[in-house]
């Protein structure tokens, strides 16, 4: 079967991941929005080495372009990707003792607010939950939870408050 498009590869310069790009025909106008909207929000969430991020997030975008129609079928299209980004950033990337047991949801918005500088806002757009919720994970998360998550390395180098 051939593959109608070529998802992320890297761009030189930047701390931007990967570019989509065509092989045959253009990416749905609404994965190619998607993917400039979140690729630097789930490249800074990635903390890991500059060069394993770069290859996660390029997969995971690829994989989410292959799977777009059944993502944006979900209810929740941002909360479905955020979920297998989360699960592939866990899966690669060893947290401290204090953050193993820390719910997923809870984790990933410590990580953007807290680490990264998101707004709440902009972690709740990231993440396809409520402000509301956001702001309960943050604020009910332990004080070791809290600092926990500030001796994640790598600090993604354009870290912003959105």
């Known amino acids: 079967m051939r ?5 992320p590869r890297h761009r030189s310069g930047g ?16 994965f190619e929005a998607f993917y400039a909207l979140n690729r630097d929000t789930y490249l800074d969430h990635a903390h890991l ?11 995971l975008f690829g994989e989410l372009a292959a799977g777009w129609l059944h993502i944006v079928g979900d209810l929740n299209p941002s909360a479905r990707a955020w979920t297998l980004l989360h699960t592939r950033v866990r899966a690669a990337a060893s947290a401290p003792v204090s953050l193993e047991t820390c ?24 993440m396809g ?3 509301s ?9 332990t004080s070791n939870r809290r ?10 180098a ?5």
């Open 3 to 7: 593959r109608s498009a070529r998802i």
């Open 15 to 30: 701390g931007a991941p990967c570019e989509p790009g065509n092989l045959a025909s253009a990416l749905p106008p609404a």
């Open 49 to 59: 080495p500059h060069i394993q991020d770069h290859r996660l997030i390029c997969s």
């Open 103 to 126: 719910p997923a949801e809870q984790y990933d918005a410590l990580v953007l607010h807290c680490r990264l500088g998101y707004g709440i806002a902009a972690v709740a757009a990231a």
């Open 129 to 131: 939950l409520d402000a």
């Open 133 to 141: 919720k956001v702001h309960y994970l943050v604020l009910s998360a």
């Open 147 to 156: 600092q926990a998550v500030q001796h994640l390395h790598p600090q993604a």
């Open 158 to 162: 354009s870290a912003r408050s959105v």
